[in-house]
């Protein structure tokens, strides 16, 4: 039987086989650089560092720039960055509609790989995929 919070037996549901739990994402991590002992290379003297990735790494704080006006230009590319995400997602919603839409037109997506897999699998075995898609269509 299954338990409730208190541990207690739940009347009328099967106990869960137990299950280990999923592991976590890994989430975007800090900067290698912030922090770093040597001066020449933190703080930073450029509004963006070398190898900073957007999806990687978490976004800079003031305190890793040795001036406002660098955090400040970090931030305006950052802005930059989420804009050219956001207009591409509303192109993507605009075009696809509903969310609803969206999973249908995911889920094509991947039947439509999966036929493309299995017709070169078809193809290497020397079978016509051709013929034999139209003559299912003419039946």
Known sequence: MAKDVKGS????????????????????????????KDEKI???????????NWKQHKSLKKRDYTADHLFYEFRALECDHKAILFRAQAEESQKLGSAKDRGRAKRLIKLQEKMAELKSQLTAQGVDVEELLLSALAT
């Not at 009347?11 to 770093?36: E, S, Y």
């Open 9 to 36: 037996a739940v009347a009328g549901k099967p106990a869960a086989p137990d299950v280990p739990p999923k592991p976590k994402k890994p989430g975007r991590v800090a900067f290698p650089q912030v922090g770093n």
């Open 42 to 52: 933190y703080p930073f003297d450029v509004a963006m560092p070398e190898g900073f």
